[in-house]
């Protein structure tokens, strides 16, 4: 059976200073993912900071997104806020609109139990009209979505599956209980090969809009079994992965964004943006100057990382 990857890429909201929707920068990020092959959109995720927009940025940038990705791919939206009335207000805006599925995570600011929580995505799950996707983030929420509970909650004809941002032990047992009757989304970036060689299809990252065409190439070179090509697209992602996390992740982030031709900040306020004494040293990296390699398309992966295959 083919492999045939599917990947979808969590999109940064662009924002201009004063943390209002950059719609050129949306239309030009939007346009870089499908041009790159890549499947379908998470629109206002955790990625997208939906929680941290207000509601007339959060609705035009669902509005204008739609109008973006129009018959281009699968287009998701976020939901998922502190309580079912506060969620439900957000699905009623997204009734009015032609999606392909809404994404919501458990609760935050309480910690429900697992009855609670089937509870609530039930009755998200009755009024939505656009099929609803459940979002496992525990690190973000502190509410787990314990297998028992997402085993029940897929018997409802209207939740159609899950993205998963845990343990990757956990969704490959998750994959192994329900098969394909119910969709398991990935988001394990720095396993991506690994994943796809066990046959494992499904992958949803906010990195991704970084790197849409070194990951769509990965799942070439892994439908075609050249594992050697994938590791090394892999390798590439990691280092860019870690590059990150030596930084200041937002920052680092929206240098790179606009460095490759998407302009505007990725994060609202209460963070901040580097300076440019900040920027101009990120700049000056090596390391920075590497991956900006990779990801600019020059390189396979950062030269220092790159493994000559047997």
Same mark, same amino acid.
């Given at each position: 059976?083919?492999?045939?990857?599917?990947? %979808?890429?969590? *999109?940064?909201?662009?924002?201009? &200073? =004063?943390?209002?929707?950059?719609? !050129?920068?949306?239309? +030009?990020?939007i346009? #870089?993912?499908?041009?790159a092959g890549i499947n379908g959109l998470l629109v206002a995720g955790t990625m997208?900071?939906?929680?941290?927009?207000?509601? &007339?940025?959060?609705? /035009?940038?669902? /509005?204008?997104? $739609?109008?973006?990705?129009a018959r281009r791919g699968e287009v998701l939206i976020g939901a998922g806020d502190s309580s079912?009335?506060?969620?439900? =207000?957000? *699905? +009623?805006?997204?009734?009015?609109?032609? %999606? #392909?599925?809404?994404?919501?995570?458990?609760?935050?600011?309480? $910690?429900p139990s697992q009855d609670e929580l089937v509870d609530y995505y039930r009755a998200l799950a009755e009024a939505s009209r656009a099929p609803l996707f459940l979002y496992d983030i525990p690190q973000l929420t502190r509410a787990k979505?314990? %297998? =028992?509970?997402? @085993? +029940? @909650?897929? !018997?409802h004809p209207n939740i159609k599956g899950i993205k998963c941002s845990d343990d990757p032990a956990y969704m490959r047992q998750l994959i192994d209980l329900v098969g394909d009757r119910f969709r398991v989304?990935?988001?394990a970036a720095l396993l991506l090969d690994t994943f796809l060689r066990q046959g494992f299809r499904e992958h949803l990252d906010g990195i991704f809009c970084l790197f849409p065409r070194h990951v769509v190439a990965l799942g070439r070179a892994a439908e075609n079994g050249d594992w050697c090509a994938a590791a090394q697209i892999q390798q590439g992602i990691n280092r860019t992965m870690r590059l990150l996390r030596r930084y200041a992740l937002w920052p680092a982030i929206t240098t790179l964004m606009n460095d490759l031709g998407t302009p505007g900040k990725f994060r609202p306020r209460p963070y901040r943006n580097w300076n440019l004494d900040e920027t101009q040293r990120f700049l000056a990296d090596p390391e920075t100057q590497e991956v900006l390699q990779f990801l600019s398309g020059k390189t396979t992966?950062?030269?220092?990382?790159? &493994? !000559?295959?047997?």
């Open positions: 059976m083919a492999l045939n990857p599917h990947f %979808i890429t969590a *999109i940064a909201t662009p924002l201009h &200073e =004063d943390d209002s929707l950059h719609e !050129e920068a949306l239309e +030009k990020e346009a #870089d993912q499908f041009d997208g900071s939906m929680q941290l927009l207000t509601d &007339e940025t959060y609705s /035009r940038l669902v /509005r204008r997104s $739609v109008e973006f990705a079912l009335g506060r969620t439900l =207000d957000r *699905i +009623k805006f997204l009734n009015t609109l032609q %999606i #392909d599925g809404v994404v919501v995570l458990a609760p935050f600011m309480t $910690v979505l314990e %297998i =028992d509970t997402v @085993l +029940k @909650l897929s !018997e989304v990935m988001a992966a950062p030269a220092f990382q790159r &493994e !000559e295959c047997a």
